[in-house]
């Protein structure tokens, strides 16, 4: 992971605002940017592992306690082969390089989204990862990877139906705790703030509950292409809005 430290540092002028505590993106545009290059959709996702690198180095330096990226959705199994084993060759090596360097700076990895069908080179990099870091507290980096926002709600609309059946939840206790402690995300702060790179005005089954009052910012750029100058623009555009939650302000 790069520590470039050379740009300046909104978390040390203080100039930027309120920041805020939770951001989620979607790393939108990669094929795009690998075909206007001539390249390989796969090429075009190696290269956005290093805007990743961007994001979570930087929201770890501003102090941003969690951070949650969009690597595979629960729909991308429907990509060509070649494609989908790059994105989980990209993941083993993200958890292999970037594993001491999560542990230097205190961050916890959680992955969320249903594990089970990952290759098991995949799921056994990330556990070692999660180990390692489960009891860093300065940063949670949350990665989605085989995750859908509809998945995510049957698997917890099952779970209270099988609570209620076996008597141990009755039906006037579901509210919005029950359903956001069944969630991969029970016990995260709902992000504040929602990224979409490459111009696309679509939410495209991420975090269908966690997002309803997030901010969004939608940057043109494609992923590859979004770096820090870019994602301190997104952070002040949302330190300047007013969030209301349904009042009036
Ligand atoms: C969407 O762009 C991007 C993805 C489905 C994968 C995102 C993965 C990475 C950035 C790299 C690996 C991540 C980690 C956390 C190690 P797209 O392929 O849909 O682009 P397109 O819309 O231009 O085709």
Redesign the pocket.
Known sequence: MSADDSTTDPATTGDIGDLPQHVAMI??????WAKQRGLT?SE??RE??KA?RMAVTKSRELGIRHLT?Y??SSQ?WSRPKAEVDS?FS??VE?CENEKQLMIDKGIRLNLIGDRDPLPLVARAAVKAVEAATRRNRDMVLH?AVNYGGREELVRAARRIAEDVARGVLSPADVDERAIESRLWTAGVPDPDLIIRT?GELRVSNFLLWQLAYAEMYVDEC??PDFDWPRYELALRSYTRRERRFGGVG
Do not use: Q
């Not at 790393?27 to 795009?32: I, K, L, W």
């Open positions: 790393m939108d545009g990669n094929g795009r959709r075009g996702h956005g592992a990743v990226l690597a595979f991308n994105l990209l993941l993200f990665v490459s494609l992923w």
